[in-house]
Structure formats: C-alpha cells, structure tokens
C-alpha cells in the first residue's frame, strides 16, 4: 500500500479533509446522539414530531439564501482560487440580503404559515426562533464554502464541533433553570438549541476567518464584483431551484406523514408520536455512519470541478470509482449491523421497540442512500446540477406517492418502502448519468461481493470472540454496552479484513 508521502498532494489534500471532516463528522453525531436522547426524554416522540415538523421550514431558506451559494462559492473558488477572497464577498453579500429578508417574512407570517400551510396551529410561535437562525445559518455557510473551494477543511470541520458543543451545554443548562422554575420543557426548547447552534456556529467561523484566513491578501486577484455575479449565479441558481423545490416536497411530505397515519386510523397523538419516533429515533442511527459519505460528498465537489478545469480526465474517473466503493462498503456493513441490532440499539438508547422495528428495516436505505450522496456531489461538481434536480425531483416524487396513496393503506411501513424505492431510483440514475460523462471501473465482485463475504467473516469473528468471555458476563452488562461491543468487533474485522485483501493484493500485483 503506498505511503501516504508517496501520494500526489491533491489526493493527500483530499484524504486529509475527508479523515478530518470525518473524524470531526463522527463527534458531532455522538454527541447529537445524547442530544437526541435527552430530547425524547424531554419533550417525548410528539414533541419530535413538531420539531421535525417545523424544522423543514428552515430547510427551505436556507435552500435558497445560503446552501446553495455555499456550494456555488466552493466550485468556483475551487476553480479560481485567485480570485477567491472577492468571490466570497460577493456571495456572502447576496446570502445575507436575501436571509434577513425571509427571516423578517416568517417572522411577520408565523401565523399564518402555522394555519394554513403546516396544517398545525402549535407551530406558530416555534417559528419566529427558526427565522432568527437563518442569517447565522446563511453566513456561516458562506465561510464554509470559501473554506471547502480553498481546499481547507479544518475550520469548516470544527465548526460542527463548536456547534454541536455549545448547542447543547447551553440547551442543558437552559432546561436546569427551566425545571427549578418549576416550568414546563417543551418542544419550545429544542427550536431554542438550534437557534444557540447556529449562532455559535457563525460565531466560530467569524473568528477563525479573522484569525486563519483561507487565502493570504497577496494571492487575491482583482475582479470586479459585477463580472462575477453571471457566473456565479449560473452555478447558484440551478442549485437553488434544485434545493428549493426539493424542501418544498420534504416540507410536504413533512406535513402530510402525520395527515395520512391519521387517514389510517390513527389519532392525532399517534400520528405525530410514530412520525417523530422515525424522524428523531430511528433515522439517526441510519444517518450516523453518513458522517464518512458525507465528508467524501462535500471534498469530491471542489476536487472534481477543479480536475475538470484542468482537463484531468483520468483524476475525475478514478475519483468516481473510489467515491463508489467506499460508499458500498460502508452502506454493506451498515446493512448487517442495522438489520442484526437494529431492534437492541432502538430499544437500549430510546427505550423505545418501535424505533428499533423502523432501524432494522431502514438498514437496506444505506448503500444506496450513501452511493447517490457521493455521486449527486461529483455530478454537482462536474456542473450537471440540472442533472441532479432533475433526478432528486424524480426520487422525491416516488417517494410522496408512497406518502400519498401507500400510508391510509398500509400505514408508515409504507413511507419506509418508499424511502428504499426512492433511493435505489436515485442511485441508479446519478450512476446513469456519470457513466455517459466519464469513464470509471465498475467492479461488481471487489464493490459487492467481496464486501459481502467479509461482511459474513466479520460477524462471525465478533460472536466468536464474545464466546471467549466468561459464561453470564455479558447477561449482567447494560443492553446498550453489550450491543455496542458486538457492533465495534464486527466493525474492526470487516475494516481488517477488507484492508488485509488491499495490501495483499498490492503485494501481488507488485
């Protein structure tokens, strides 16, 4: 296996991001972890469902005054890193005019949005606090993107940390005072931590662009503001349209789930307890591994946008058939753990067994959630966003149709057939797509199959050597304890085996 000096440094600069964005990816996730917990035990699954309810509103400004010009901003600096500290004005300038406008119109319209749109009148006074986190939220993002298009990763990656930290010593000191005041802890509470979050985020990364800017004065070169708003809207637009539209289904699909379980039968109660256990229990154990597609998803997009702008062919091939693989790596072993253990972690972390029911059937979302996450990005990056509107639409409208016409039938096994369905469609078409524009290694065996067996040798290693530890030990460990052993051995071994066959085989070809 090559050392890692050996490596050429774009591809050194790429690993390095990725173990940083991951390792710092993996903290954030522990840490939301117990953030969840105490949530549930707080303010309880219907308490998650309102907040998962109202959260898509900010998911829909932030699509369009801030995520979409922090990925417009890294693929073009990325592209035209001279230029780099003017681009980033630019953009942060439009970011901000365009969030403190839709802050002031939510605020101004809680009501009616509450009333007629969500469909649920409880939202109303949750929604002044989410509007007040949209300019914190658009301004750190544009920092990031100037970050990520710059090839730095570290200030982008630890202001998750800051966040997540803050957020939550804040969130647990606020609900100390709140209980010795004898007042009620609601779903009022987490809207308020992600409202700490998103300041203490922008806080960060405000002080690490004073401190650590990504490009020193003497690289920058001098542009005009106006020649660079055709191009860089022309990256941003197609992008917004794509991320707006596409958390306008989510906020649909948000808002009907709990309208179509009570077509089913169930109370109101019901609907938004079952809607919150999956959206705030079950569905970050499917997410938490994402950490590492995530991370690879947010470097390839500068990486391949800048091969491209120089020609590069060969780099932007080999990178798609890496992003592959790990991808269906990790979405394989993910497949094993979750569907094994799905039922134990639901039960141990949320005391809760309809959450473990929903992670063990989710487990089959993982290689196709996490390959259609790292190829959407590529695509992005080759500037095939149309591509990937298109696309994302498609799945997203599958997946409403199960929403629509599946859940008064089946109930919320329903949305989970459709969330698989979805995904598969999305991979399948995002792999299409990049297969017309570059070529790449499809190997069926070394991406599929031998994960597969080492998968099968992994588990076996783990109960194996749960065999060698004295009789009754683990019956007196913690459920959580003895599930979270039992997961860590199968994780080492497949990990093992899968780069023991690398470097023999390395040996081999040698």
């Not at 106006?226 to 649909?252: E, H, K, Q, T, W």
Request: aromatic share 12%; charged share 10%; proline share 4%.
């Amino acid at each position: 296996m090559p050392r890692l000096s050996a490596l050429s440094p774009q591809k050194r600069a790429f690993l390095a991001g990725t173990l940083l964005l991951t390792g710092t990816g993996f903290a954030c996730r522990i840490l939301g972890f117990f953030y969840r917990i105490f949530l549930s035990r707080t303010i309880g699954a219907q308490g998650l469902g309102l907040y998962n309810m109202v959260h898509p509103v900010f998911g829909i400004c932030f699509s369009v005054c801030a995520g979409s010009i922090q990925t417009a901003l890294s693929q073009y600096i990325a592209a035209h890193t001279g230029q780099g500290k003017t681009v980033f004005r630019f953009g942060l300038a439009i970011s901000m005019i365009l969030s403190v406008l839709m802050a002031l119109g939510i605020c101004n319209y809680s009501q009616w949005i509450a009333a007629r749109i969500l469909l649920e009148p409880r939202c109303a006074p949750l929604l002044p606090l989410i509007a007040l986190s949209v300019p914190f939220a658009a301004f750190h993002a544009c920092i990031n993107g100037y970050y990520y298009g710059m090839q730095r990763s570290r200030v982008p990656a630890f202001s998750q940390v800051a966040e997540q930290v803050i957020r939550m010593g804040l969130v647990f000191l606020i609900a100390d005072i709140w209980t010795e005041q004898g007042r009620e802890i609601t779903v009022e509470l987490a809207v308020l931590g992600h409202l700490i979050g998103e300041i203490a985020s922008a806080a960060f990364t405000l002080c690490s662009l004073c401190l650590f800017p990504p490009q020193k004065e003497k690289q920058a070169q001098a542009v005009s503001s106006f020649s660079l708003f055709i191009p860089l809207m022309a990256l941003a637009l197609p992008l917004m349209g794509n991320r707006l539209v596409l958390n306008l289904l989510g906020s649909a699909e948000a808002i009907w789930i709990p309208s179509r379980l009570q077509a089913f039968g169930l109370s109101s109660e019901e609907a938004f307890s079952i809607y919150g256990v999956l959206t705030g229990m079950a569905m970050p154990f499917i997410m938490f591994p994402s950490a590492i597609t995530n991370s690879m998803a947010v470097l390839l997009l500068p990486t391949v946008a800048q091969a491209q702008s120089e020609g590069n062919q060969g780099r932007i091939s080999n990178t798609i058939s890496m992003a592959m693989r790990y991808s269906l790596y990790m979405g394989i072993l993910c497949v094993g753990i979750f569907t094994l253990y799905g039922r134990s972690l639901g039960v141990s972390v949320f005391h809760d067994s309809n959450a473990g029911t929903y992670i063990a059937i989710l487990a089959w979302l993982c290689p196709f959630m996490y390959l259609a996450t790292t190829m959407g990005s590529i695509l992005n990056g080759l500037g095939r966003t149309s591509t990937t509107f298109a696309q994302n639409i498609t799945a997203m409208v599958l997946r409403l149709a199960f929403v629509v016409f599946g859940i008064p039938r089946f109930g919320i096994l329903a949305y989970l057939w459709g969330l698989l369905a979805s995904e598969i469609l999305l991979a399948f078409l995002n792999l299409c797509s990049l297969s017309h524009i570059a070529e790449f290694v499809w190997a069926p065996w070394d991406m599929i199959g031998k994960p597969g067996l080492v998968l099968a040798f992994a588990i076996g290693f783990g109960r194996a050597v749960l065999t060698a530890f004295p009789a009754g030990f683990l019956g007196r460990l913690p459920l959580f304890l003895c599930t979270a052993m039992e997961i860590f051995l199968i994780g080492t071994g497949y990990f093992g085996a899968l780069l023991a066959l690398h470097v023999w085989r390395k040996k081999k070809d040698d």
